[in-house]
Structure formats: structure tokens, C-alpha cells
């Protein structure tokens, strides 16, 4: 079960961080380093100090990596096996083709979780979530600056889509009980609402680092009493935090372990 996985990894490694990995081919030709190698460092690097990795579909898909991706989803399998992978894909479409979607997330790439954008309704999601063992990760209140367009406007009975989104997520369209949800670190005050309706459910949290989400404020809003429930992602702020072949791993070593410890601070 991925929220048991995900639970034991946060409890092992003391960690609530997720590192995001987002290929940028510039960046890593700039170190002199081929695309595997530096997956693998920045992963060898960290995997001791984070709860999850999500690797993120669109940047492999666009150097036509997905040979790497394959790879390096089975590397973190074999070499930190107590480290659960979300594949980022925010996949979202009828049922029948949100099947192959599911296959691919689970079967082709082997992930513990993939994110999917609930939008086209609760139909759409039960080809991931019949999947009972993996993580279902739903779009909720996004990080982005447009986010509230859509996810902020009020509807009939008075609540807002996104707290429309928490509330079926929490009561209707979790049978298999293997449902997360995606709130931006850039939205705390959205945080805490969501909190209030979702229970104990577990919560990705991206827009720490490059997108200036707070660490305190994030906490604040969305800790569970246990001291669990977030997975605190990023991407940039680790993965790119050296600048050459022979510090980068360091240097994202270094990052996800303040990160880490800065989180640790507010869940005593
Ligand atoms: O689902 C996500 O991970 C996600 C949701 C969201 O609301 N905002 C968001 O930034 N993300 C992803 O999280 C990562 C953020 O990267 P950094 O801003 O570099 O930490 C990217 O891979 C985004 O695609």
C-alpha cells in the first residue's frame, strides 16, 4: 500500500521532502554529465534523507528519455527500496483511456503513485484508484499563480471548487482508501481548509524552493497532529543546487538535508 510505504519511508528517514526530478537537458550538459549518471547521483544523494521521489513525465518525455525514466524508476526499486516513486503526469480522460494511463503509470514505469487531474469527475479516476496498492494523487489547489481561475470559483451550494474537489476525494471517491491530494505550498491559508476537510489524508505539497512557498506556513497549515500527512516537494531548489559534475550531488545532498531539517524543526 503506497500510504503505508510512504508513511514508513517518513518515519525511517525522519524526512517529510519528496525530490522532484525534472530533467533540464541545458543544465545538465552544462555539468558534462550524461542524463542517467546525473539521475542517479542527485537519487544515491538524497534517497536517505527524503519519504519520496517524483520524477515528473513531461521533462523525460520531451528529450525522449523515457528509456531514463524506466531506469531510473528501477534503480530507486533496487538500490532504495524503502523509497516510494510518484510519477508526476497529471494524467486526466475517459475512463477506457484513463485504463491505459494507469498501465502506464504502474505497469510500463513501475511508480507506487502518479498524480491525475480530477476535473473530468470521479468516473475518471477509479482506473488509478482500483489499483489498490498504489497512490492516487489528485489535483486540488494548485501551486501556480492562475490557480485560482478556476479552483477558487464559488459554486451553487457556496463552497469553492477546490474544497468541492477536497470534500469527494475524502467521502466519494475513495473506496480503496489510496487517495492524496496536491496543494501548492503557495496557498497555505487554502492549505488549512483543505486539511479541515480531508481528515488524516495525506497531502503533496508542492512550490517549496523556486516557487517561494513557505516552510512554516506550510506546516502550520497542513501538519498533521502525528506530525505526518505532507510530502513537501522540490524540484530546482535540490536538484540544481550545484554547479558541476563534481559538486552537484553534494550540493543537492546539502539542500535536501536543510530542507529536511528546517521541515523537522516546526513538527516537534
Ligand atoms: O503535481 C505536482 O507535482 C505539481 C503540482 C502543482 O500544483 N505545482 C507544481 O509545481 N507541481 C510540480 O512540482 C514541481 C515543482 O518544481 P520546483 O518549483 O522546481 O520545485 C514541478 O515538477 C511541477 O510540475
Not at 530533467?23 to 534517497?47: C, H, M, R, S
Not at 534503480?75 to 527500496?81: D, L, S
Request: proline residues 3%; contains cysteine; charged residues 20%.
Amino acid at each position: 500500500m503506497f500510504i503505508q510505504q510512504l508513511e514508513r519511508a517518513q518515519e525511517k528517514h525522519q524526512s517529510l521532502v519528496c525530490v522532484g526530478l525534472d530533467p533540464n537537458q541545458a543544465k545538465i550538459d552544462a555539468l558534462g554529465l550524461g542524463l542517467l549518471d546525473w539521475l542517479k547521483q542527485i537519487v544515491d544523494a538524497t534517497a536517505q534523507h527524503v519519504c519520496a521521489f517524483k520524477p515528473q513525465i513531461a521533462y523525460f518525455a520531451a528529450l525522449k528519455a523515457e528509456a531514463e525514466l524506466t531506469a531510473i524508476i528501477a534503480y530507486i526499486h533496487e538500490k532504495h527500496p524503502d523509497v516510494p516513486v510518484i510519477l508526476d503526469a497529471k494524467r486526466g480522460d475517459i475512463g477506457s483511456t484513463a485504463e491505459q494511463y494507469a498501465r502506464e503509470a504502474f505497469e510500463r514505469y513501475q511508480a507506487d503513485a502518479v498524480t491525475v487531474n480530477p476535473y473530468m469527475g470521479g468516473d475518471t479516476l477509479k482506473p488509478y484508484s482500483s489499483h489498490a496498492g498504489k497512490g492516487v494523487v489528485v489535483l486540488c489547489k494548485t501551486s501556480n499563480a492562475g490557480s485560482g481561475e478556476l479552483q477558487n470559483l464559488t459554486l451553487a451550494d457556496g463552497q469553492t471548487l477546490f474544497q468541492k474537489v477536497a470534500g469527494k476525494a475524502a467521502n466519494d471517491w475513495n473506496d480503496n482508501r489510496n487517495l492524496l491530494l496536491v496543494v501548492g505550498a503557495t496557498y497555505p491559508v487554502e492549505l488549512a481548509d483543505i486539511r479541515q476537510i480531508v481528515g488524516d489524508m495525506p497531502l503533496l505539497i508542492p512550490g517549496i524552493g523556486a516557487q517561494g512557498g513557505d516552510v512554516e506556513k506550510t506546516l502550520k497549515a497542513g501538519l498533521r497532529a502525528d506530525g505526518k500527512g505532507l510530502i513537501i516537494s522540490s524540484s530546482r531548489g535540490i536538484i540544481y543546487a550545484g554547479d558541476s559534475a563534481e559538486n552537484c550531488a553534494e550540493k543537492a545532498r546539502q539542500a535536501c538535508v536543510e530542507l529536511k531539517n528546517t521541515i523537522n524543526q516546526y513538527r516537534d
